[in-house]
């Protein structure tokens, strides 16, 4: 039982330590991104056509809801916070970090969900890709249909998001696989798949007056 605890607290500590040496995620005000602020999540410059990341019903389905751009050039779509997958329900204040697994949430975009955690869909045969959408569980793999988490990666001077899961392998380490997320269109409207090339990001904080 000793030596169990011992294994365990070393693991702790690594995990503490190796998050801590991974650098912050910052606004472009250059505040370090925190869990549970809310955040407007805007493709840099534009991005493809269209304003801040939101919910639409798209791909002739009406639930549940697809991550895409909205329509609006000037419009900041919706809220969402971040929370590390490691960390505790209600943990906040905590420094966003690349590279870590993380759960994305509107913070009021239910709809027909059951609850506005992003997810991946399931495999979309017609359009041949894997899109983003809600009614993800938060504290269980953010992907019912393709295990994972979400992370925000560097992507030269900005940001991009990316999912990863891990694959069956052979040798160790185990590396996961990790697919972009960029912008699949379609009849006007840019929606958030699995992409060669990345919708590139910033965040910007929810201020509410």
């Given amino acids: 039982m000793k030596t169990t ?9 690594a ?17 370090r991104l925190l869990t549970g602020v809310e955040y407007y999540i805007h493709p840099f410059l534009g991005g493809s056509s269209g304003g801040g990341i939101t919910i639409a019903s798209t791909r002739n389905k ?3 809801l ?3 751009q909205d329509r609006n050039t000037y419009a900041h779509g919706l809220g969402v916070t971040f929370h590390p997958a490691n960390i505790k329900k209600g943990v906040s204040g905590r420094v966003i970090r690349v590279s870590t697994d993380l759960i994305i949430k509107f913070s ?3 709809a027909c969900a059951r609850s506005a955690v992003w997810k991946v869909d399931k495999y979309d045969n017609l359009r041949r ?4 959408t809600i009614g993800g569980v938060q504290g ?6 393709l295990g994972g988490w979400f992370r925000i990666e560097k992507e030269k001077d900005d940001y991009k998001i990316v999912h990863c899961h891990q694959v069956e392998c052979i040798t160790t380490p185990c590396n996961p696989v990790c697919n972009n997320v960029g912008a699949y269109y379609e009849h006007g409207r840019t929606l958030l798949a699995f992409t060669d090339e990345p919708l590139v990001l910033l965040f910007q904080e929810v201020f509410k007056g």
């Fill in 140 to 145: 269980k793999e953010g992907g019912e249909s």
């Fill in 66 to 68: 697809d991550v895409a």
């Fill in 15 to 31: 995990f503490y330590f190796g998050a801590a040496d991974l650098d912050p995620v910052y606004d472009p005000s250059h505040k």
């Fill in 5 to 13: 605890f011992v294994i365990i607290s070393f693991l702790l500590y």
């Fill in 62 to 64: 009406t639930c549940p």
């Fill in 129 to 132: 890709r894997y899109f983003v």
């Fill in 108 to 110: 009021s975009a239910k």
